[in-house]
Protein backbone atom coordinates (compact mmCIF):
# COMPACT_ATOMS: atom_id res chain seq x y z
CA UNK A 1 0.00 0.00 0.00
CA UNK A 2 1.49 3.57 -0.85
CA UNK A 3 2.34 5.52 2.68
CA UNK A 4 1.80 8.19 0.52
CA UNK A 5 -2.13 7.85 -0.92
CA UNK A 6 -3.81 11.36 -0.68
CA UNK A 7 -7.24 9.66 -1.47
CA UNK A 8 -7.55 8.16 2.09
CA UNK A 9 -9.84 10.21 4.17
CA UNK A 10 -8.87 12.69 6.43
CA UNK A 11 -9.28 13.29 9.71
CA UNK A 12 -11.99 14.56 10.55
CA UNK A 13 -13.56 12.34 7.89
CA UNK A 14 -11.96 9.72 9.72
CA UNK A 15 -12.95 9.99 12.87
CA UNK A 16 -16.28 10.37 12.14
CA UNK A 17 -16.62 7.07 10.80
CA UNK A 18 -14.55 6.24 13.85
CA UNK A 19 -17.76 7.15 15.27
CA UNK A 20 -16.22 9.43 18.02
CA UNK A 21 -17.62 12.42 15.84
CA UNK A 22 -15.96 15.29 14.14
CA UNK A 23 -15.94 17.81 17.31
CA UNK A 24 -13.75 15.64 18.52
CA UNK A 25 -10.83 16.57 16.35
CA UNK A 26 -10.39 20.05 17.86
CA UNK A 27 -10.42 18.73 21.39
CA UNK A 28 -7.62 18.55 23.68
CA UNK A 29 -5.43 15.72 23.36
CA UNK A 30 -4.50 15.17 27.38
CA UNK A 31 -6.57 12.54 27.53
CA UNK A 32 -3.81 10.21 25.71
CA UNK A 33 -2.08 10.28 28.64
CA UNK A 34 -2.81 7.68 31.40
CA UNK A 35 -3.27 9.24 35.27
CA UNK A 36 -2.49 5.38 36.35
CA UNK A 37 0.57 5.01 37.35
CA UNK A 38 2.64 8.02 38.47
CA UNK A 39 5.79 8.18 39.41
CA UNK A 40 5.28 9.25 43.31
CA UNK A 41 2.91 6.15 44.02
CA UNK A 42 4.98 3.90 41.73
CA UNK A 43 7.43 2.52 44.53
CA UNK A 44 10.12 2.70 41.98
CA UNK A 45 13.18 1.78 43.71
CA UNK A 46 15.25 -0.33 41.16
CA UNK A 47 18.40 1.15 39.18
CA UNK A 48 21.53 0.92 37.65
CA UNK A 49 22.19 0.31 33.88
CA UNK A 50 19.30 -1.58 32.00
CA UNK A 51 20.85 -4.37 29.55
CA UNK A 52 20.19 -4.26 25.93
CA UNK A 53 20.82 -7.85 25.37
CA UNK A 54 19.64 -9.31 28.18
CA UNK A 55 15.21 -9.15 26.77
CA UNK A 56 13.14 -12.24 27.46
CA UNK A 57 11.46 -12.90 24.17
CA UNK A 58 8.48 -15.93 23.29
CA UNK A 59 8.09 -17.53 20.21
CA UNK A 60 5.34 -17.19 17.54
CA UNK A 61 3.95 -20.78 17.11
CA UNK A 62 2.99 -19.84 14.17
CA UNK A 63 6.03 -18.14 12.42
CA UNK A 64 8.48 -18.61 14.77
CA UNK A 65 9.05 -15.15 15.23
CA UNK A 66 10.42 -14.09 18.73
CA UNK A 67 8.64 -11.78 20.09
CA UNK A 68 9.67 -9.55 23.16
CA UNK A 69 7.61 -10.32 26.58
CA UNK A 70 7.45 -6.81 26.81
CA UNK A 71 5.27 -5.34 24.59
CA UNK A 72 4.56 -1.41 24.25
CA UNK A 73 0.78 -0.16 24.63
CA UNK A 74 0.36 3.09 22.68
CA UNK A 75 -2.59 3.96 24.52
CA UNK A 76 -1.22 6.67 26.47
CA UNK A 77 1.58 8.72 24.59
CA UNK A 78 2.82 11.83 26.02
CA UNK A 79 1.36 15.03 25.06
CA UNK A 80 2.56 18.84 25.57
CA UNK A 81 0.75 22.36 25.11
CA UNK A 82 1.41 23.94 22.34
CA UNK A 83 -0.72 27.69 21.17
CA UNK A 84 -2.86 27.68 18.52
CA UNK A 85 -5.10 30.76 17.18
CA UNK A 86 -7.75 29.56 19.70
CA UNK A 87 -5.38 29.32 22.71
CA UNK A 88 -4.11 27.03 24.31
CA UNK A 89 -4.09 22.82 23.61
CA UNK A 90 -2.65 19.69 24.17
CA UNK A 91 -1.30 17.22 21.32
CA UNK A 92 1.04 14.74 21.11
CA UNK A 93 4.40 14.66 22.02
CA UNK A 94 6.72 13.28 19.02
CA UNK A 95 9.92 14.11 20.31
CA UNK A 96 9.08 12.26 23.76
CA UNK A 97 7.57 9.32 21.71
CA UNK A 98 10.26 8.76 19.75
CA UNK A 99 12.89 8.87 22.81
CA UNK A 100 10.93 6.34 24.23
CA UNK A 101 10.33 3.41 20.96
CA UNK A 102 14.49 4.60 20.62
CA UNK A 103 14.58 3.47 24.25
CA UNK A 104 12.48 0.36 23.71
CA UNK A 105 13.72 -0.48 20.68
CA UNK A 106 17.46 -0.34 22.08
CA UNK A 107 16.93 -2.60 24.89
CA UNK A 108 15.25 -5.48 22.76
CA UNK A 109 11.29 -4.48 22.77
CA UNK A 110 9.95 -5.30 19.20
CA UNK A 111 5.89 -5.69 19.74
CA UNK A 112 4.10 -2.18 19.59
CA UNK A 113 0.08 -2.17 19.98
CA UNK A 114 -1.74 0.52 18.83
CA UNK A 115 -5.10 1.40 17.57
CA UNK A 116 -7.19 4.10 15.62
CA UNK A 117 -9.14 4.76 19.04
CA UNK A 118 -6.64 5.18 20.96
CA UNK A 119 -4.98 8.90 21.46
CA UNK A 120 -8.17 10.29 20.14
CA UNK A 121 -7.38 9.03 16.61
CA UNK A 122 -3.99 10.17 16.74
CA UNK A 123 -1.88 7.19 18.38
CA UNK A 124 -1.53 5.21 14.97
CA UNK A 125 0.06 8.36 13.18
CA UNK A 126 2.65 8.90 16.13
CA UNK A 127 3.32 5.68 15.96
CA UNK A 128 4.01 5.63 12.81
CA UNK A 129 6.46 8.62 12.80
CA UNK A 130 8.42 6.73 15.55
CA UNK A 131 8.39 3.41 14.53
CA UNK A 132 9.33 4.19 10.60
CA UNK A 133 12.65 5.45 11.38
CA UNK A 134 13.62 1.79 12.02
CA UNK A 135 14.27 -0.84 9.94
CA UNK A 136 10.71 -2.45 9.34
CA UNK A 137 12.51 -5.91 10.18
CA UNK A 138 13.22 -4.82 14.12
CA UNK A 139 9.94 -4.32 14.78
CA UNK A 140 6.14 -5.74 15.27
CA UNK A 141 2.60 -3.67 14.83
CA UNK A 142 -0.03 -4.52 15.66
CA UNK A 143 -3.47 -2.38 15.67
CA UNK A 144 -6.76 -2.84 15.59
CA UNK A 145 -10.32 -2.92 13.52
CA UNK A 146 -11.82 -0.75 15.83
CA UNK A 147 -15.28 -0.03 14.40
CA UNK A 148 -17.25 0.26 17.63
CA UNK A 149 -20.05 2.61 16.39
CA UNK A 150 -22.71 1.48 13.96
CA UNK A 151 -21.71 4.77 11.69
CA UNK A 152 -18.93 2.02 10.99
CA UNK A 153 -20.21 -1.45 11.01
CA UNK A 154 -20.72 -1.24 7.17
CA UNK A 155 -18.17 -3.29 4.85
CA UNK A 156 -17.58 0.17 3.41
CA UNK A 157 -16.61 2.15 6.34
CA UNK A 158 -14.77 -0.90 7.92
CA UNK A 159 -12.37 -1.31 4.63
CA UNK A 160 -11.68 2.06 5.01
CA UNK A 161 -10.43 2.15 8.84
CA UNK A 162 -8.48 -0.96 7.94
CA UNK A 163 -6.72 0.92 5.08
CA UNK A 164 -6.37 3.68 6.61
CA UNK A 165 -4.37 2.08 9.55
CA UNK A 166 -1.36 1.08 6.74
CA UNK A 167 -1.24 4.68 5.75
CA UNK A 168 -0.87 5.89 9.31
CA UNK A 169 1.44 3.45 10.52
CA UNK A 170 3.67 3.93 7.36
CA UNK A 171 3.67 0.07 6.11
CA UNK A 172 2.32 -2.17 3.83
CA UNK A 173 1.41 -5.01 6.42
CA UNK A 174 0.15 -5.32 9.48
CA UNK A 175 2.13 -8.29 11.77
CA UNK A 176 -1.18 -8.19 14.30
CA UNK A 177 -4.33 -7.48 13.71
CA UNK A 178 -7.07 -7.44 15.98
CA UNK A 179 -10.95 -7.53 16.08
CA UNK A 180 -11.62 -4.67 18.39
CA UNK A 181 -13.20 -5.31 21.92
CA UNK A 182 -14.97 -8.30 21.13
CA UNK A 183 -18.19 -8.89 23.64
CA UNK A 184 -18.90 -5.38 24.50
CA UNK A 185 -21.65 -4.04 24.91
CA UNK A 186 -25.11 -5.27 26.46
CA UNK A 187 -25.71 -7.66 23.58
CA UNK A 188 -21.52 -8.59 22.62
CA UNK A 189 -23.16 -11.38 20.05
CA UNK A 190 -25.19 -8.69 17.97
CA UNK A 191 -21.96 -6.22 18.20
CA UNK A 192 -19.80 -8.85 17.08
CA UNK A 193 -22.23 -10.34 14.14
CA UNK A 194 -23.17 -6.88 13.04
CA UNK A 195 -19.56 -5.77 13.32
CA UNK A 196 -17.63 -8.59 11.69
CA UNK A 197 -19.94 -11.19 10.09
CA UNK A 198 -23.20 -9.65 8.29
CA UNK A 199 -20.90 -7.48 6.58
CA UNK A 200 -18.51 -9.76 5.26
CA UNK A 201 -15.71 -7.73 7.05
CA UNK A 202 -14.20 -10.77 8.86
CA UNK A 203 -14.42 -13.14 5.75
CA UNK A 204 -12.16 -9.78 3.96
CA UNK A 205 -9.64 -9.96 6.97
CA UNK A 206 -8.90 -14.01 6.16
CA UNK A 207 -8.67 -12.63 2.78
CA UNK A 208 -6.16 -10.03 3.92
CA UNK A 209 -4.32 -12.67 5.93
CA UNK A 210 -4.08 -15.37 3.01
CA UNK A 211 -2.73 -12.67 0.81
CA UNK A 212 0.29 -11.61 3.41
CA UNK A 213 -1.06 -8.07 3.92
CA UNK A 214 -2.23 -9.70 7.67
CA UNK A 215 0.53 -11.67 9.16
CA UNK A 216 -1.27 -12.72 12.12
CA UNK A 217 -4.97 -12.15 12.87
CA UNK A 218 -6.70 -12.04 16.50
CA UNK A 219 -9.60 -10.61 18.38
CA UNK A 220 -9.09 -8.22 21.83
CA UNK A 221 -11.81 -9.43 24.06
CA UNK A 222 -13.73 -7.47 26.68
CA UNK A 223 -16.93 -8.53 28.64
CA UNK A 224 -19.70 -10.99 27.32
CA UNK A 225 -18.08 -15.06 28.02
CA UNK A 226 -20.09 -16.70 25.89
CA UNK A 227 -18.85 -14.26 22.83
CA UNK A 228 -15.16 -15.48 23.89
CA UNK A 229 -16.36 -19.19 24.10
CA UNK A 230 -18.15 -18.94 20.73
CA UNK A 231 -15.02 -17.22 18.73
CA UNK A 232 -12.85 -20.57 20.28
CA UNK A 233 -15.38 -22.68 19.57
CA UNK A 234 -14.59 -21.60 15.98
CA UNK A 235 -11.29 -21.67 16.22
CA UNK A 236 -10.66 -24.68 13.67
CA UNK A 237 -12.48 -22.44 11.32
CA UNK A 238 -10.57 -19.51 11.79
CA UNK A 239 -7.23 -20.31 13.29
CA UNK A 240 -6.65 -17.53 15.82
CA UNK A 241 -3.25 -16.47 15.61
CA UNK A 242 -3.70 -14.89 18.79
CA UNK A 243 -6.08 -13.75 21.48
CA UNK A 244 -5.38 -10.49 23.75
CA UNK A 245 -7.01 -10.68 27.38
CA UNK A 246 -7.18 -8.71 30.67
CA UNK A 247 -5.13 -11.38 32.70
CA UNK A 248 -3.43 -9.95 36.17
CA UNK A 249 -3.18 -11.57 39.86
CA UNK A 250 -6.19 -9.37 40.87
CA UNK A 251 -8.70 -10.42 37.51
CA UNK A 252 -6.72 -14.42 38.34
CA UNK A 253 -9.56 -15.42 40.72
CA UNK A 254 -11.59 -12.08 41.45
CA UNK A 255 -12.91 -10.87 38.23
CA UNK A 256 -16.51 -11.19 38.79
CA UNK A 257 -15.85 -9.48 42.49
CA UNK A 258 -14.38 -6.56 40.60
CA UNK A 259 -17.46 -6.46 38.02
CA UNK A 260 -19.83 -8.84 37.48
CA UNK A 261 -19.49 -8.84 33.80
CA UNK A 262 -15.66 -9.54 33.90
CA UNK A 263 -14.43 -13.04 33.64
CA UNK A 264 -11.56 -14.58 35.39
CA UNK A 265 -8.37 -14.59 33.47
CA UNK A 266 -7.92 -17.83 34.54
CA UNK A 267 -10.61 -19.19 32.79
CA UNK A 268 -9.71 -17.17 29.87
CA UNK A 269 -6.07 -17.66 29.41
CA UNK A 270 -6.72 -21.29 30.73
CA UNK A 271 -9.06 -21.36 27.08
CA UNK A 272 -6.24 -20.47 25.13
CA UNK A 273 -3.83 -22.86 26.79
CA UNK A 274 -5.76 -25.95 25.68
CA UNK A 275 -5.63 -24.52 21.99
CA UNK A 276 -2.14 -23.69 21.72
CA UNK A 277 -3.74 -19.93 20.77
CA UNK A 278 -0.51 -17.42 21.62
CA UNK A 279 -2.06 -14.81 24.63
CA UNK A 280 -1.26 -11.21 24.59
CA UNK A 281 -1.69 -9.46 27.95
CA UNK A 282 -3.40 -6.20 28.40
CA UNK A 283 -4.06 -4.63 31.85
CA UNK A 284 -1.30 -6.05 33.50
CA UNK A 285 -1.35 -3.27 36.22
CA UNK A 286 -5.60 -3.04 35.84
CA UNK A 287 -5.10 0.35 34.81
CA UNK A 288 -2.50 1.33 37.63
CA UNK A 289 -4.59 0.13 39.86
CA UNK A 290 -1.67 -2.70 41.23
CA UNK A 291 1.15 0.04 41.40
CA UNK A 292 -1.19 2.34 43.48
CA UNK A 293 -1.73 -0.15 45.90
CA UNK A 294 -2.95 0.55 49.22
CA UNK A 295 -0.69 1.74 51.65
CA UNK A 296 -0.57 -1.63 53.45
CA UNK A 297 -0.45 -3.89 50.24
CA UNK A 298 3.14 -1.81 49.56
CA UNK A 299 4.63 -2.62 52.94
CA UNK A 300 3.55 -6.42 51.86
CA UNK A 301 5.50 -6.18 48.80
CA UNK A 302 8.23 -4.29 50.14
CA UNK A 303 8.36 -6.92 52.74
CA UNK A 304 9.56 -9.38 50.37
CA UNK A 305 10.97 -7.75 47.88
CA UNK A 306 12.60 -4.01 49.03
CA UNK A 307 14.44 -3.70 46.11
CA UNK A 308 11.32 -4.31 43.67
CA UNK A 309 8.76 -1.96 42.55
CA UNK A 310 5.41 -2.59 42.90
CA UNK A 311 4.74 -2.80 39.88
CA UNK A 312 7.36 -5.72 38.73
CA UNK A 313 5.00 -7.75 41.10
CA UNK A 314 2.30 -7.62 38.21
CA UNK A 315 4.22 -7.68 35.16
CA UNK A 316 6.52 -11.03 36.51
CA UNK A 317 2.94 -12.47 37.07
CA UNK A 318 1.70 -11.79 33.54
CA UNK A 319 4.57 -12.68 32.01
CA UNK A 320 4.81 -16.11 33.76
CA UNK A 321 2.42 -18.21 32.04
CA UNK A 322 4.20 -20.19 29.09
CA UNK A 323 1.40 -19.43 26.93
CA UNK A 324 2.36 -15.51 26.88
CA UNK A 325 3.62 -14.21 24.34
CA UNK A 326 3.81 -10.42 25.17
CA UNK A 327 2.84 -8.49 27.66
CA UNK A 328 1.17 -4.87 26.76
CA UNK A 329 2.36 -1.70 28.74
CA UNK A 330 1.22 1.59 28.50
CA UNK A 331 4.27 3.48 29.32
CA UNK A 332 4.08 7.11 29.46
CA UNK A 333 6.69 7.94 31.39
CA UNK A 334 10.73 6.83 30.64
CA UNK A 335 10.71 5.65 34.27
CA UNK A 336 8.00 3.32 33.96
CA UNK A 337 9.47 2.29 30.50
CA UNK A 338 13.07 1.52 32.54
CA UNK A 339 11.64 -0.37 35.04
CA UNK A 340 9.71 -2.57 33.23
CA UNK A 341 12.46 -3.41 31.03
CA UNK A 342 14.92 -3.91 34.49
CA UNK A 343 11.70 -6.10 34.94
CA UNK A 344 11.86 -8.11 31.72
CA UNK A 345 15.64 -8.31 31.21
CA UNK A 346 15.39 -10.91 31.90
CA UNK A 347 12.09 -11.91 33.25
CA UNK A 348 12.56 -14.12 36.26
CA UNK A 349 9.11 -16.44 36.53
CA UNK A 350 7.20 -16.35 39.32
CA UNK A 351 7.47 -19.79 41.85
CA UNK A 352 4.79 -21.05 42.80
CA UNK A 353 5.54 -20.02 46.61
CA UNK A 354 5.47 -16.30 44.65
CA UNK A 355 1.76 -17.02 42.89
CA UNK A 356 0.30 -17.84 46.37
CA UNK A 357 1.60 -14.47 47.76
CA UNK A 358 -0.37 -12.83 44.95
CA UNK A 359 -3.23 -14.46 45.43
CA UNK A 360 -3.23 -13.83 49.30
CA UNK A 361 -2.49 -10.21 48.32
CA UNK A 362 -5.33 -10.28 45.66
CA UNK A 363 -8.05 -11.65 48.60
CA UNK A 364 -6.68 -8.32 50.69
CA UNK A 365 -7.32 -6.03 47.96
CA UNK A 366 -10.68 -6.71 46.94
CA UNK A 367 -11.79 -5.98 50.41
CA UNK A 368 -11.45 -2.11 48.89
CA UNK A 369 -14.60 -0.91 46.81
CA UNK A 370 -13.09 0.71 44.16
CA UNK A 371 -14.46 1.33 40.68
CA UNK A 372 -12.97 -0.75 37.98
CA UNK A 373 -11.84 2.17 36.02
CA UNK A 374 -8.92 1.56 33.42
CA UNK A 375 -8.59 4.82 32.39
CA UNK A 376 -8.96 3.95 28.59
CA UNK A 377 -11.20 6.94 27.75
CA UNK A 378 -13.18 5.16 25.67
CA UNK A 379 -16.15 6.67 27.74
CA UNK A 380 -15.05 10.50 26.49
CA UNK A 381 -15.71 12.73 24.89
CA UNK A 382 -19.11 13.58 28.03
CA UNK A 383 -21.25 15.75 25.58
CA UNK A 384 -21.77 17.89 28.97
CA UNK A 385 -18.11 18.28 29.46
CA UNK A 386 -17.54 15.85 32.55
CA UNK A 387 -13.57 14.43 32.64
CA UNK A 388 -15.19 10.94 33.91
CA UNK A 389 -11.86 8.99 34.36
CA UNK A 390 -10.17 12.08 36.22
CA UNK A 391 -13.45 11.83 38.70
CA UNK A 392 -13.23 7.56 38.70
CA UNK A 393 -9.79 7.70 39.12
CA UNK A 394 -9.49 10.46 41.98
CA UNK A 395 -12.11 8.38 43.88
CA UNK A 396 -9.91 5.14 43.88
CA UNK A 397 -7.25 7.04 44.60
CA UNK A 398 -8.72 7.63 47.86
CA UNK A 399 -9.60 4.76 48.96
CA UNK A 400 -6.03 3.58 48.12
CA UNK A 401 -5.12 6.38 50.62
CA UNK A 402 -7.85 5.87 53.11
CA UNK A 403 -9.25 8.82 52.69
CA UNK A 404 -13.21 7.46 51.54
CA UNK A 405 -14.51 7.94 55.32
CA UNK A 406 -17.40 6.06 56.41
CA UNK A 407 -19.00 8.43 58.06
CA UNK A 408 -17.95 11.85 60.60
CA UNK A 409 -17.47 9.25 63.10
CA UNK A 410 -14.77 7.65 61.17
CA UNK A 411 -11.09 8.36 62.89
CA UNK A 412 -9.69 10.35 60.30
CA UNK A 413 -12.63 12.40 58.84
CA UNK A 414 -11.31 15.93 59.17
CA UNK A 415 -8.35 14.73 57.24
CA UNK A 416 -9.82 12.40 55.05
CA UNK A 417 -12.43 15.08 53.94
CA UNK A 418 -9.75 17.74 53.61
CA UNK A 419 -7.61 15.46 51.26
CA UNK A 420 -10.82 14.59 49.12
CA UNK A 421 -12.32 17.81 48.50
CA UNK A 422 -8.98 19.12 47.44
CA UNK A 423 -7.82 17.11 45.79
CA UNK A 424 -10.96 16.82 43.49
CA UNK A 425 -10.75 20.22 43.45
CA UNK A 426 -7.03 19.89 41.81
CA UNK A 427 -7.64 16.77 40.01
CA UNK A 428 -10.84 17.81 38.32
CA UNK A 429 -11.75 21.68 36.86
CA UNK A 430 -15.52 22.30 38.50
CA UNK A 431 -17.32 22.22 35.33
CA UNK A 432 -15.99 18.92 34.60
CA UNK A 433 -17.01 17.16 38.04
CA UNK A 434 -19.45 14.52 38.71
CA UNK A 435 -22.48 17.25 39.49
CA UNK A 436 -22.84 18.43 36.16
CA UNK A 437 -23.66 14.43 34.61
CA UNK A 438 -27.28 14.40 33.41
CA UNK A 439 -27.63 10.42 33.12
CA UNK A 440 -27.56 10.26 29.18
CA UNK A 441 -25.74 7.18 29.17
CA UNK A 442 -23.91 7.57 25.97
CA UNK A 443 -20.86 6.71 27.94
CA UNK A 444 -21.45 3.14 29.52
CA UNK A 445 -21.73 1.32 26.56
CA UNK A 446 -18.56 2.37 25.40
CA UNK A 447 -17.05 1.08 28.46
CA UNK A 448 -14.86 -2.24 28.24
CA UNK A 449 -15.76 -3.07 32.21
CA UNK A 450 -18.92 -2.48 31.63
CA UNK A 451 -18.99 0.11 34.56
CA UNK A 452 -22.35 2.34 35.25
CA UNK A 453 -20.80 5.36 34.48
CA UNK A 454 -24.74 7.37 35.35
CA UNK A 455 -24.79 5.55 39.01
CA UNK A 456 -20.98 6.04 39.72
CA UNK A 457 -20.72 9.63 39.15
CA UNK A 458 -24.29 10.11 41.01
CA UNK A 459 -22.84 7.98 43.83
CA UNK A 460 -19.72 10.46 43.60
CA UNK A 461 -21.28 13.33 43.49
CA UNK A 462 -23.53 12.40 46.45
CA UNK A 463 -20.56 11.93 48.53
CA UNK A 464 -19.14 15.09 47.42
CA UNK A 465 -21.97 16.71 48.43
CA UNK A 466 -22.12 15.09 51.85
CA UNK A 467 -18.73 16.02 52.29
CA UNK A 468 -19.28 19.66 51.72
CA UNK A 469 -22.58 19.94 54.03
CA UNK A 470 -20.35 17.50 56.86
CA UNK A 471 -23.75 15.35 56.73
CA UNK A 472 -22.20 12.18 56.13
Not at 89 to 100: G, P, S
Not at 146 to 161: L, V
Request: charged share 25%; aromatic share 10%; proline share 5%.
Amino acid sequence: MDKNDNKSIDRRGFLKRLGFGASIAGLSLAGCESAGRRIAGDSITSSGDIPTDKMTYRTNPKTGEKVSILGYGCMRWPTKTVSTPDGNTEEIDQETVNRLVDTAIAHGVNYFDTSPAYCKGLSERATGIALSRHPRETYYIATKLSNFAPSTWSREASIAMYRNSFKELQTDYIDYLLLHGVGMGDDGMKAYEDRYINNGVLDFLLAEREAGRIRNLGFSYHGDVAVFDHLLAEHDKYKWDFVQIQLNYLDWKHAKEINPRNTDAEYLYGELAKRGIPAVIMEPLLGGRLSNVPDHVVTRLKQRAPESSVASWAFRFAGTPEGVLTVLSGMTYMEHLEDNLRTYSPLIPLTEEEKQYLYDTADLMVQYPIIPCNDCKYCMPCPYGLDIPAILLHYNKCINEGNVPASSQSENYREARRAFLIGYDRSVPKLRQADHCIGCNQCSPHCPQNIDIPAQMQRIDGFVEKLKQETL
